[in-house]
């Protein structure tokens, strides 16, 4: 099959989340089967300079915003065998520090950089001379493909290729009022309606995808029966529910190419199931790094955004109630402005106990997987995570609430002692979160238990082929 995938991150090109991870895992996936991919994704601010073997295709694309035609180069990279990486140039829109915004605070203009991404990449589907028999988009910032889709084939007689969305966060939408984005999508007043893309008296990009996608897949079996109830579907639910025939959940897979412990550029010593004399090693160098005494204290990892979604509140009221009890605690991460501040504050009270970096790092994310016994995510939502996979590979136990792709990936011993590989609780509070730290506490000390979850969790595979079939019978199944 020919594969188009849309996404506004990707790794190693561009990165806030998991999104980047999962849609480049994905199309390098894809293409090891066989299939022909592109990824179309927006040229940020110094992808040039970090991939220098870009190059310029003999192709643009153009498009109406509102009354105003414009116009985007694209770059494009040959990363692997069929699969080429296509990035949308538009300086005015794209070359700027971050991806979505600084000091917390949105672009304003993010609506009009997502319709013309959305654009750009129906009329790339459309015209550039390799043609996608599907065209697979993620999340809301790629959510008018589908639209545009559907209307250039009513209006135009477009025989357009099938179009699959994975919904990879539920509460990012890209709901904006009508007056700041409806114009610039040039769509006729008919899609303008609550079967259409209207919600709440504006555009919801997300919604938009949700109506008019063949397919609608998500990142977890879990999440995908979730965001059917009201309490996990941010007010989309009764939209979710209508199209639940066309809803599959499909777990991420990890892309252990990249998140490994025998072959890493992060880590200083190697480790395995079988040889795990680095694992110690590596636990030291992150104290030493984080300025944390030596100690044999189990330590807690977090790598992080610090945002609502995480329970990032209920670790902090479970630090104040544990941290002096015979353990370390180190976190990554950065976002709430508040929860940075907090973190800090804790820090400073407790300096052998606690060390805090606010930044993002993608080799320390790798050294706290590796050096911490326990990571925590103690999410109020999590539609699959994949840092508590990347913990399971690395030989730290995670510690999760049951939702999401948290409870699809992660075996607590009371659901199954034999393969028990973490911590699960259910409720989503400060003594629920802290009770299981004690008990990863206890485990701590039973070293022969410890050990037999440790090698489960190593054991454990999320491989992508597997992910990757599932994909391909969605395709299959637009196909036909
Ligand atoms: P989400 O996509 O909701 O943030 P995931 O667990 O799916 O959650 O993926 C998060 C990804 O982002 C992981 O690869 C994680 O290592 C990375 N990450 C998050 N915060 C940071 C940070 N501050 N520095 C480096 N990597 C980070
Ligand atoms: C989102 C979700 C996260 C998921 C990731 C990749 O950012 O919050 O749970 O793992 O996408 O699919």
Redesign the pocket.
């Given at each position: 099959m020919k594969i188009l995938i849309a996404s506004a991150e990707v790794h190693p090109f561009s990165?806030t989340?998991?999104?980047a991870?999962m849609a480049a895992a994905l199309g390098k996936s894809l293409a090891a089967e066989g299939h022909e991919v592109g990824i179309v994704t927006p040229l940020y601010q110094g992808i040039r300079e970090k991939f220098p073997n870009l190059e310029q295709l003999d192709y643009s694309v153009n498009a109406p915003m509102n009354g105003v035609w414009e116009n985007a180069g694209i770059a494009s990279l040959n990363y692997r065998e069929n699969l080429n990486i296509y990035f949308i140039d538009h300086p005015a829109y794209y070359d700027r520090p971050a991806l979505y915004g600084e000091n917390n605070t949105e672009y304003l203009d993010n609506p009009r950089r997502f319709v013309f991404f959305a654009k750009a990449v129906t009329h790339f589907a459309r015209y550039y001379h390799w043609q996608p028999d599907i065209v697979h988009v993620h999340d809301w910032q790629a959510g008018l493909v589908p639209v545009f889709m559907k209307h250039q084939s009513q209006s135009e007689g477009w025989v357009a290729p099938r179009s699959v969305l994975t919904i990879?966060?539920l509460a990012y939408q890209g709901h904006y009022e009508r007056d700041r984005a409806f114009d610039l999508t040039n769509l006729p007043e008919e899609f303008y309606n609550l079967d259409g893309i209207e919600f709440h008296d504006g555009v919801n990009c997300l919604k938009a995808a949700i109506v008019y996608s063949d397919a609608i897949t998500t990142v977890s079996p879990r999440y995908a029966r979730e965001i059917c109830t009201m309490t996990y579907g941010c007010s989309l639910d009764p939209i979710l529910r209508e199209r639940q025939q066309q809803l599959t959940g499909i777990l991420n897979g990890v892309d252990y190419e990249d998140w490994n412990t025998t072959d890493n550029a992060h880590l200083n010593h190697h480790y395995s199931s079988r040889m795990m004399k680095g694992k110690l090693a590596n636990k030291h160098d992150l104290q030493e790094e984080m300025g944390l005494p030596q100690s044999d204290q189990p330590l807690f990892g977090v790598?992080?955004?610090l945002v609502d979604?995480k329970g990032a509140d209920i670790i902090i009221g479970a630090l104040m109630e544990l941290i002096t009890s015979g353990m370390q605690f180190v976190l990554?991460?950065?976002g709430d402005p508040e929860l940075e501040r907090a973190f800090n504050d804790l820090q400073k009270k407790y300096p052998r106990n606690m060390a805090v970096h606010i930044?993002?790092?993608?080799g320390?994310?790798h050294r706290i997987e590796a050096g911490s016994d326990y990571f925590l995510m103690p999410s109020r939502f999590e539609p699959?995570?994949?840092?508590q996979m990347?913990s399971l590979r690395y030989g730290t136990l995670p510690i999760v609430r049951r939702t999401g792709g948290l409870d699809d990936s992660v075996i607590d011993p009371t659901d199954d002692i034999e393969t028990a590989n973490g911590i699960k609780f259910n409720e989503f509070a400060v003594r629920a979160l802290a009770k299981a730290m004690k008990k990863a506490l206890v485990l701590y000390d039973n070293p022969k238990l410890f050990r037999k979850m440790r090698l489960n969790a190593m054991n454990a595979d999320f491989s992508w082929s597997r992910t990757c079939k599932e994909y391909e019978r969605v395709y299959e199944s637009v196909l036909s």
């Open positions: 990165k989340g998991g999104l991870d990879h966060n790598v992080s955004r979604q990554l991460g950065s930044g993002f790092d993608l320390l994310s699959c995570g994949l840092n990347y």
